[in-house]
């Protein structure tokens, strides 16, 4: 069966250029960063290569990146790191209740450590309000984070509008962009962020590698000690095969976004449209709101969204409830809850999310099997939702 892969926000496939790219460092060029000889001198070049390619994607110098394992890994770093540096100074933290839990149970890890932390509810439509979240600063607020785009229905947050006054507060203010990479353009300068996190698996790099942006002048504690690698804010030998991986899907992504945007927003689109033409009880979550191009998130009155994914599994078709590092949990999401979307309603969520590999044929496909797939559900238990 041909399946498809409705998924990207997942995760997605390494791309065959990034493949390529990779692999002489696997073996021929296998040596460690940190050597003087030629093997380390070979890596060395290729990690500092990879280094100019993924500050390009994000209007970065060179010297503000730092290469982790990772979105979770980067953001850690900007929380513990920032927060710890600045205890003496403050102990409260704020950001937005949709986060992605590397940043949520991040927090709560810091509250055990006796921060305070202040969780700020996004809007209906899955926009946070700025000004709302001005007024939740306090005068011993040291570090914001407000997610660039959301990994579940994919909205675009306004953090130019809040930079300007965070700075002006000397609050560090941090981003986990890990999201909006490869589908959006980003521009830190233009963010006004001062950290921020990146995880090369979702632009079509590959797993265990991201990066943690800090801007120039601005300083966090390392949380991780051992060699002097990465200006021993991110000690360990470095992964060189995934960071070149990295560099080399920046360089994709970066070449490939006016034209992917515009083609995914389109299918996209046509996916919502279809959907909402043929199916009753449906709820397009964050539909008038700036949405990632690839993301579609929506609650199907009267069923249950894993029996939903099942079903289209079994049709070879793949999507999600949501966060993948969530799937398996009973408890309805986070982000739709921080939105106001009753529990109910929201455990019936399926998201899906396209990719560079998204056809129109697959998108049609789509149309013809969820509504059918629905449909035999609800006529199978019309009431109960098929709990
Ligand atoms: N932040 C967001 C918004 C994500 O979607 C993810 C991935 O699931 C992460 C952080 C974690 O990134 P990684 O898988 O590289 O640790």
Redesign the pocket.
Known sequence: MDRIYLDH??TTPVAPEVFEAMAPYFTEAFGNAGSVHFFGQQARGAVEEARDQVARLIGASPGEITFTS????A?NLALFGGARLRAERGRHLVATAFE?H?ILQTLEALEREGFLVTLVPVESDGMLDPRRFLEALRPDTTVATV?LAN?EVGTIQPLAELASELRARGILFHT?A??AAGKIPIDVKALGVDTL?L?A??FYGPKGV?IFYLRKGVQVRAVQFGGEQEKALRPGTLNVPGIVGMGAAAELAQAELPEVSIRLTAMRDRLQAGLLERVSGIHVMAQAAPRTPNTLNCCFEGVHGESLILNLDMEGIEVSSG???AAGSTDPSHVLAAMGVSAELAQSAVRMSLGRGTTEAQVDRVLEILPAALERLRSLAPHTGNR
């Open positions: 926000n997942a990772g979105g979770t890994e953001d992605h590397a997610m990994n986990d890990v999201q996190a995880s698996h979702k991201g966060a993948a590092c």
